[in-house]
């Protein structure tokens, strides 16, 4: 069980907010009992409270294990939910007050040496709400499968190699056909723990007046994407990972007034891992992500201005564990990120953050602990804070330090 208070339960805030200035309460509780081999069942509960409002959620779920290959799982839920909403705020985006909905989800899976399939049916009301926990999208139907067979030559250098099919269908409840995609693949695996993989996905994609204000009709987008990822730890002192991706892409942040329109993207993550010694540890990462104007794709706008310009979101992240010992480590973590945006393209303003995360940890054994921490937090915003012409937070091109941090924690394991 687990019961929290927290004093900011609204992502607006606002006076005609009703939940402004006020606390939420949340109570979660789960109970699961094993049955048979490696099978269970159980049932859970959510609620969250704020002055008045409530959002309750609860379901029942089983897992079986059919044999040595095969396993299902299950899962029901049910909420009632009670919006706060006046004249001038509707936090939930509907004209009712009480909603009650109900989700299903349906998982049967096949794990094997050669064999791999994976199924997930999923289904979300209009009216289901879970605000203790995560829902990417009411009012959908949703069918996800996977497929996979390798063949084994286990070669001197080869191991295995072989094609993968990933498919995704949406519908919502009035049946429209809102996604199709599908993921043909090949993947090879050789010595040193090192991958190969090939993707390529055409998809579609119909857009709808309720998920995008802006939008008239439900309008649809037919995009792609090619993809190439590769891992290994084939170095002893050294790992990588690498994705990139490139196509087209929706971008749903459009400048104020356009529809969602169809993008030439391109991403990359990559993971570089070094071990220099037993003792340092180092992880670094890259991910560009990267939207810019794509002149064959169909121009779906009302009657305004062309668009132009890019929108890039860079975050490169350093991570470095060294171990002084058995019970005393030091680890830190710097993080910046920046959001280049032309509002010629985008809704999105250009936003830049440096992040330095400090800890020294005496571990003694588990449970019984010392922590001593800093943090830093570097952003372009304005000191004194103000808001631009649009309402949003005011920035500029230097960074300032808008938030430091430090704490000492102590954990003590009584044995009886």
Same mark, same amino acid.
């Given at each position: 069980?687990?019961?929290?208070?927290?004093?900011?339960? @609204?992502?607006?805030?606002?006076?005609?907010?009703?939940?402004?200035?006020?606390?939420?309460? %949340?109570?979660?509780g789960?109970?699961?009992? $094993?049955?048979?081999?490696q099978?269970?069942? @159980?049932?859970?509960?959510?609620?969250?409270?704020?002055?008045?409002?409530?959002?309750?959620?609860?379901?029942?779920?089983?897992?079986?294990?059919?044999?040595?290959?095969?396993?299902?799982?299950?899962?029901?839920?049910?909420?009632?939910?009670?919006?706060?909403?006046?004249?001038?705020?509707?936090?939930?985006?509907?004209t009712g007050?009480?909603?009650?909905?109900?989700?299903?989800?349906?998982?049967?899976?096949?794990?094997?040496?050669?064999?791999?399939? &994976?199924?997930?049916?999923? *289904?979300?009301?209009? =009216?289901?709400?879970?605000?203790?926990?995560?829902?990417?999208?009411?009012?959908?139907?949703?069918?996800?499968?996977?497929?996979?067979?390798?063949?084994?030559?286990?070669g001197?250098?080869?191991?295995?190699?072989?094609?993968?099919?990933?498919?995704?269908?949406?519908?919502?409840?009035?049946?429209?056909?809102? =996604?199709?995609?599908?993921?043909?693949?090949?993947?090879?695996?050789?010595?040193?723990?090192?991958?190969?993989?090939?993707?390529?996905?055409?998809?579609?994609?119909?857009?709808r007046?309720?998920?995008f204000?802006?939008?008239?009709?439900?309008?649809?987008? #037919?995009r792609?994407?090619?993809?190439?990822?590769?891992?290994?730890?084939?170095?002893?002192?050294?790992?990588?990972?690498?994705?990139?991706?490139i196509?087209?892409?929706? =971008?749903?942040?459009?400048?104020?007034?356009?529809?969602?329109?169809l993008?030439?993207?391109?991403?990359? #993550?990559?993971?570089?891992?070094?071990?220099?010694?037993?003792?340092?540890?180092?992880?670094?990462?890259?991910?560009?992500?990267?939207?810019r104007?794509?002149s064959?794709?169909?121009?779906?706008?009302?009657?305004?201005?062309?668009?132009?310009?890019?929108?890039?979101d860079?975050?490169?992240?350093?991570?470095?564990? &060294?171990? +002084?010992?058995?019970?005393?480590?030091?680890?830190?973590?710097?993080? &910046?990120?920046?959001?280049?945006?032309?509002?010629?393209?985008?809704?999105?303003?250009?936003?830049?953050?440096?992040?330095?995360?400090?800890?020294?940890?005496?571990?003694?054994?588990?449970?019984?602990a010392v &922590?001593?921490?800093? #943090?830093?937090?570097?952003?372009?915003?304005l000191?004194?804070?103000?808001? $631009? *012409?649009?309402?949003?937070?005011?920035?500029?091109?230097?960074?300032?330090? *808008? @938030?430091?941090? +430090? +704490?000492?924690?102590?954990?003590?394991? %009584?044995?009886f």
């Amino acid at each position: 069980m687990l019961a929290a208070e927290t004093s900011s339960p @609204g992502e607006q805030v606002s006076p005609n907010n009703p939940l402004f200035n006020q606390h939420a309460l %949340f109570a979660v509780g789960r109970v699961s009992r $094993d049955i048979g081999s490696q099978s269970s069942v @159980g049932l859970l509960y959510a609620d969250r409270e704020a002055n008045g409002f409530f959002n309750r959620v609860g379901s029942v779920d089983a897992r079986f294990k059919i044999n040595d290959h095969w396993a299902t799982s299950l899962q029901a839920a049910f909420s009632g939910t009670i919006n706060p909403q006046d004249d001038n705020f509707n936090l939930f985006n509907t004209t009712g007050l009480y909603q009650a909905g109900s989700a299903a989800e349906v998982v049967l899976q096949r794990d094997g040496r050669k064999l791999n399939y &994976y199924l997930d049916y999923s *289904d979300r009301s209009p =009216n289901f709400r879970t605000l203790a926990g995560f829902d990417p999208q009411p009012d959908i139907r949703q069918l996800y499968q996977r497929a996979q067979y390798s063949f084994r030559p286990e070669g001197k250098h080869l191991i295995s190699w072989g094609p993968m099919l990933e498919m995704l269908q949406t519908f919502d409840h009035e049946g429209n056909h809102i =996604n199709a995609s599908y993921f043909p693949s090949l993947r090879f695996e050789f010595v040193g723990l090192t991958f190969l993989q090939f993707w390529f996905a055409p998809e579609m994609e119909r857009l709808r007046p309720q998920d995008f204000d802006v939008l008239d009709q439900i309008r649809m987008y #037919n995009r792609h994407t090619a993809e190439v990822q590769v891992d290994t730890n084939y170095f002893r002192k050294a790992s990588l990972h690498a994705d990139v991706r490139i196509g087209t892409r929706v =971008n749903y942040d459009p400048p104020d007034g356009y529809f969602p329109f169809l993008a030439r993207r391109t991403t990359a #993550n990559l993971t570089l891992t070094v071990r220099p010694s037993q003792s340092l540890r180092i992880d670094n990462s890259y991910i560009l992500f990267r939207l810019r104007q794509c002149s064959e794709c169909p121009i779906l706008q009302p009657e305004r201005p062309a668009l132009s310009g890019s929108l890039n979101d860079h975050i490169i992240r350093s991570k470095w564990n &060294y171990q +002084f010992n058995k019970e005393l480590s030091f680890r830190f973590i710097g993080e &910046y990120n920046a959001v280049l945006a032309n509002k010629n393209f985008t809704s999105l303003h250009t936003t830049k953050n440096f992040n330095a995360d400090f800890l020294i940890t005496y571990l003694v054994h588990p449970n019984t602990a010392v &922590y001593v921490g800093y #943090n830093s937090n570097l952003e372009n915003v304005l000191s004194p804070l103000g808001l $631009d *012409d649009n309402g949003n937070l005011a920035r500029g091109s230097r960074l300032i330090n *808008d @938030g430091r941090n +430090f +704490f000492v924690k102590a954990s003590y394991l %009584f044995r009886f």
